[in-house]
């Protein structure tokens, strides 16, 4: 157990949808960062909040957006799904701002858009 | 976007069998982590490396960073079930940034 907990496990929506996907950091760690895993591929940066604030975007859409909320948890906001926005969405959280720090990753939210 | 290569991408081994996995880049990386993944969980940590030819070792596991610091590899010895997952390089480029490589995916036959 990681101590990075993810929901939901699993969803399942339509085209043109909206989700969010939430994340519930480690304790004490206040960097949360989300990626994207496609087809058990290598992930996808996506976004990173660290204490609340935006500290580096990678791929992200603009559909996408993200925030961290002053209790650290963060979600993640897809809108306009797509089929292929399906994935495994994974956060992920450290104790600083900087790596190498060690990341904690979630189990992950499947998302299966038909 | 810094492009982390993997290869092989897969790879299906007997039990006892040597491997070694490689991480390449064109981009310097201030340090490259690997990670290990198995089904419906998320990756774990293996390693970090940070000096540019450094080598660390974690049992039957062997970790190299290139000089230059723009590739890696991950060597197991003497492979086991247990090993069987996606392994992972990601590095570091930036105080915020980990860039993750394409994966490879290791099967390891009893």
């Known amino acids: 157990d990681s101590g990075v907990t993810q929901t939901p496990k699993h969803l399942i929506t339509a085209t043109g949808q909206r989700v969010t996907l939430r994340c519930s950091p480690r304790s004490g760690d206040l960097s949360v960062y989300w990626y994207q895993q496609s087809l058990d591929q290598g992930l996808q940066f996506l976004i990173q909040?660290?204490?609340?604030?935006?500290?580096a975007k990678g791929n992200i859409l603009e559909r996408f957006s993200a925030q961290q909320f002053p209790d650290l948890h963060s979600e993640l906001n897809l809108s306009s799904l797509e089929l292929g926005d399906s994935a495994l969405y994974f956060c992920?959280?450290?104790?600083?701002?900087?790596?190498?720090?060690?990341?904690?990753f979630g189990e992950g939210s499947r998302l299966t858009v038909l | 976007t810094q492009l982390l290569e993997q290869s092989p991408q897969f790879l299906s081994i007997q039990e006892g069998e040597n491997l070694t996995v490689y991480c390449n880049s064109s981009s310097v990386f201030s340090s490259l982590q690997w990670y290990r993944q198995e089904p419906g969980e998320g990756p774990v940590l293996l390693v970090t490396v940070v000096t540019g030819g450094e080598v660390k070792k974690l049992k039957r596991l062997t970790f190299q960073f290139g000089d230059a610091r723009k590739d890696s590899s991950l060597h197991i010895t003497a492979a086991q079930p247990g090993d069987t997952g996606l392994y992972l390089c990601?590095?570091?480029?930036?105080?915020?940034?980990?860039?993750f490589g394409t994966g490879t995916r290791l099967t390891v036959i009893p």
């Open positions: 909040y660290y204490n609340g604030e935006e500290r």
């Open positions: 992920a959280s450290s104790v600083g701002i900087g790596v190498p720090g060690e990341l904690f």
């Open positions: 990601a590095g570091a480029a930036g105080a915020n940034n980990l860039f």
